[in-house]
T-cell receptor, first 113, second 117 residues
Framework: ETGVTQSPTHLIKTRGQQVTLRCSSQ?????VSWYQQALGQGPQFIFQ???????GRGNFPPRFSGLQFPNYSSELNVNALELDDSALYLC????????????FGPGTRLTVT | AQSVTQPDIHITVSEGASLELRCNYS??????LFWYVQSPGQGLQLLLK??????LVQGIKGFEAEFKRSQSSFNLRKPSVHWSDAAEYFC???????????????FGKGTHLIIQP
């Protein structure tokens, strides 16, 4: 059974640029959620994708967007990067239809300079 | 809105001693509760979960947690800690997605566990 994988591991961007982060869900899981974890904080929910559509969203601006593909993998896109976007971005996969537990990937560390 | 409070930012425990990490939640319905552990620079690993039924749940690595509805608490315990337990621990509350839409998991700010030799 393959766990949740994310790429890249680290990246550095400049303020105003755009970034795309990628996530492959755990085998058998059809739902992907994205979280932002600032240094010293707990993860914060960005959004969730199910059946290639956004299924729920946290308190994040529209410049945070995503995609889910037919194989259930997902992308997180952030436009017009700000310094405060520097964080660990975590992807989690789960089964939809109930409060199934979410399994997290190792994360992508984004630094905005 | 749901919320999670972990009152202890840091806890120091001697190796071999018992451990209890506190978690209080605020939620309007029956909560779905989780404990995750995060080692430095890593993602989150699920330790245990409570959905319904027996209020004492067992997890991996010898951890257990007890759901107390009257106290809105879900404290994590371990009878004897090992040096490898040093990490950040997060309590989280989730929603039942069967009602449509998803609010994701709401996490506490975490408790940093330090193990003394």
């Amino acid at each position: 059974e393959t766990g949740v994988t994310q790429s890249p591991t680290h990246l550095i961007k400049t303020r105003g640029q755009q970034v795309t982060l990628r996530c492959s869900s755990q085998s058998g899981h059809n739902t992907v959620s994205w979280y932002q974890q600032a240094l010293g904080q707990g993860p914060q929910f960005i959004f969730q994708y199910y059946r290639e559509e956004e299924n729920g969203r946290g308190n994040f601006p529209p410049r945070f967007s995503g995609l889910q593909f037919p194989n259930y993998s997902s992308e997180l896109n952030v436009n017009a990067l700000e310094l405060d976007d520097s964080a660990l971005y975590l992807c989690a996969s789960s089964l939809a239809g109930g409060a199934y537990e979410q399994y997290f990937g190792p994360g992508t560390r984004l630094t905005v300079t | 809105a749901q919320s999670v409070t972990q009152p202890d930012i840091h806890i120091t425990v001697s190796e071999g001693a018992s451990l209890e990490l506190r978690c209080n939640y605020s939620y309007g319905a029956t909560p779905y509760l989780f404990w995750y552990v995060q080692s430095p620079g890593q993602g989150l690993q699920l330790l245990l979960k409570y959905f319904s039924g027996d209020t004492l749940v067992q997890g991996i690595k010898g951890f257990e947690a007890e759901f107390k509805r009257s106290q809105s608490s879900f404290n994590l315990r371990k009878p004897s800690v090992h040096w490898s337990d040093a990490a950040e621990y997060f309590c989280a509350v989730g929603d039942d997605y069967s009602g449509g839409g998803a609010d994701g998991l709401t996490f506490g700010k975490g408790t940093h566990l330090i193990i003394q030799p």
